[in-house]
């Protein structure tokens, strides 16, 4: 049975209209199948305006439409227009919804989750505790969109006007407390490759860089941080950078003297823990 709405009303009426069908078996099989028809598409609907779902799926023209608590879940809605369409709760999780036109619309507390939005058009949109994990974002655009308090979690293709220095350094916070370390550093340059002197983009990042075992450049970007903490006069910055170039001279010392051991790296690569008490209420976490 096909998974979206339009698909199944169209297979429904071709099996209730069809020379090709049984017509000898009537009362038994009929009915049934507009009924598991009507099911699928009244379980799309929820909390949606039905007639409003109606003419998404099959005009996917749907501005200012009714779709709250709508299950679109992995539809095909490509180049849709949901210009200031009500989207709240909706779940949309792996949905297509490439070159779709979403400005206006309102995502709160909506399932974007793997969904592609590739090209799709986000300004303005409403974003509220919106569920934006793992989908995929190239050459989507984001003006005067805030993603402050949506889920980013493996994001991909992210544009740098999704978001400031601080939401992108936020979300490689994250990703780095997760062990999604190259996701991390994909934040992390982000937030840099928008504010060449925030600091704490290059402390994260160094703490990351020192979780996957580049040393030599952990070092590098907490140093640089260091002197603009200093610049700053954060005291803080300045204190959590110095002990974690402390320690992670002391652990590469005590390896030259052959006295280096796996519970003194562990304890030098487990850092972040210390410097997350620094860097996280930076971002309200």
Same mark, same amino acid.
């Given at each position: 049975?096909?998974?979206?709405?339009?698909?199944?009303?169209?297979?429904?009426?071709?099996?209730?209209?069809?020379? !090709?069908?049984?017509?000898?078996?009537? =009362? $038994?099989?009929?009915?049934?199948?507009?009924?598991?028809? /009507?099911?699928?598409?009244?379980?799309?609907?929820?909390?949606?305006?039905?007639?409003?779902?109606?003419?998404?799926?099959?005009?996917?023209?749907?501005?200012?439409?009714?779709?709250?608590?709508?299950?679109?879940? =992995? +539809?095909?809605?490509?180049?849709?227009?949901?210009?200031?369409?009500?989207?709240?709760?909706?779940?949309?999780?792996?949905?297509?919804?490439?070159?779709?036109?979403?400005?206006?619309? %309102?995502? @709160?507390?909506?399932?974007?989750?793997?969904?592609?939005?590739?090209?799709?058009?986000?300004?303005?949109?409403?974003?509220?505790?919106?569920?934006?994990?793992?989908?995929?974002?190239?050459?989507?655009?984001?003006?005067?969109?805030?993603?402050? @308090?949506?889920?980013?979690?493996?994001?991909?293709? #992210?544009?740098?006007?999704?978001?400031?220095?601080?939401?992108?350094?936020?979300?490689?916070?994250?990703? @780095?407390?997760?062990?999604?370390?190259?996701?991390?550093? %994909?934040?992390?340059?982000?937030?840099?490759?928008?504010?060449? !002197?925030?600091?704490?983009?290059? #402390?994260?990042?160094?703490?990351?860089?020192?979780?996957?075992?580049?040393?030599?450049?952990? $070092?590098?970007? +907490?140093?640089?941080?260091?002197?603009?903490?200093?610049?700053?006069?954060? *005291? +803080?910055?300045?204190?959590?950078? *110095?002990?974690?170039?402390?320690? /992670?001279?002391?652990?590469?010392?005590?390896?030259?003297?052959?006295?280096?051991?796996?519970?003194?790296?562990?304890? +030098?690569?487990?850092?972040?823990?210390?410097?997350?008490?620094?860097?996280?209420?930076?971002?309200? /976490?």
């Amino acid at each position: 049975m096909p998974g979206d709405g339009a698909i199944a009303l169209r297979w429904l009426k071709w099996k209730t209209t069809s020379s !090709e069908y049984p017509r000898h078996q009537p =009362m $038994k099989i009929r009915p049934f199948l507009v009924a598991l028809g /009507l099911t699928t598409l009244a379980g799309a609907a929820h909390g949606a305006n039905f007639e409003d779902l109606t003419q998404l799926l099959s005009t996917k023209k749907c501005p200012l439409c009714d779709l709250r608590g709508a299950g679109l879940v =992995m +539809v095909n809605l490509t180049r849709a227009d949901l210009t200031g369409a009500d989207l709240t709760g909706a779940n949309l999780s792996g949905a297509d919804l490439t070159g779709a036109n979403l400005s206006g619309a %309102n995502l @709160t507390s909506a399932s974007l989750n793997g969904a592609n939005l590739s090209g799709a058009n986000l300004n303005g949109a409403i974003i509220e505790g919106t569920d934006f994990r793992e989908a995929y974002f190239d050459r989507a655009t984001f003006i005067n969109t805030n993603l402050e @308090t949506a889920y980013m979690q493996g994001a991909k293709a #992210l544009p740098d006007t999704a978001g400031t220095p601080q939401l992108f350094y936020g979300w490689g916070l994250l990703e @780095t407390s997760k062990g999604n370390y190259q996701s991390a550093l %994909n934040h992390y340059d982000r937030a840099l490759a928008l504010d060449p !002197e925030f600091a704490p983009g290059y #402390l994260g990042r160094g703490l990351t860089l020192l979780k996957i075992g580049n040393e030599s450049s952990a $070092k590098q970007n +907490v140093e640089y941080a260091q002197l603009l903490f200093e610049e700053n006069q954060d *005291e +803080v910055g300045v204190k959590t950078s *110095e002990q974690f170039l402390e320690d /992670l001279a002391n652990m590469q010392e005590a390896r030259r003297q052959g006295a280096g051991n796996p519970q003194l790296d562990a304890i +030098v690569r487990g850092v972040a823990s210390m410097a997350f008490k620094y860097l996280l209420p930076l971002v309200g /976490l």
